[in-house]
Nanobody, 126 residues
Framework: QVQLVESGGGLVQAGGSLRLSCAAS????????MGWFRQAPGKEREFVAA????????DYTDSVEGRFTISTDSAKNTVYLQMNSLKPEDSAVYYC???????????????????WGQGTQVTVSS
């Protein structure tokens, strides 16, 4: 069992940056693959980024590739999402998630993630 708590959301102008943090507590952090998802009003939850247990492999959805960076700090049991060059369409509630199972590739499917945070709002104004 792991508990996930996100922070760092807020209001930013287009072109600006935010860094989201997700602090994990409970089971050993290195046991989890971590991901970020987002959900805008009236839309389905969508995959944003994922990182493997060792932090050596990452995956991004096309719309954020080159602008967002996912990373981990094992000493702090924290995963980050650095978001640069933000666009209004990036506005959403951002969720941190984790899973323990082993898949061939990093999973982009929300159904595979066993644990979820409560979400943090990101609003990008034009």
């Amino acid at each position: 069992q792991v508990q996930l708590v996100e922070s760092g959301g807020g209001l930013v102008q287009a072109g600006g940056s935010l860094r989201l943090s997700c602090a994990a507590s409970g089971r050993r952090f290195s046991s989890y693959t971590m991901g970020w998802f987002r959900q805008a009003p009236g839309k389905e939850r969508e995959f944003v980024a994922a990182i493997n247990r060792s932090g050596s492999t990452t995956d991004y959805t096309d719309s954020v590739e080159g602008r967002f960076t996912i990373s981990t700090d094992s000493a702090k049991n924290t995963v980050y999402l650095q978001m640069n060059s933000l666009k209004p369409e990036d506005s959403a509630v951002y969720y941190c998630a984790a899973y323990t199972r082993i898949y061939y590739n990093l999973s982009r499917y929300a159904r595979n993630y066993e644990y979820w945070g409560q979400g943090t709002q990101v609003t990008v104004s034009s």
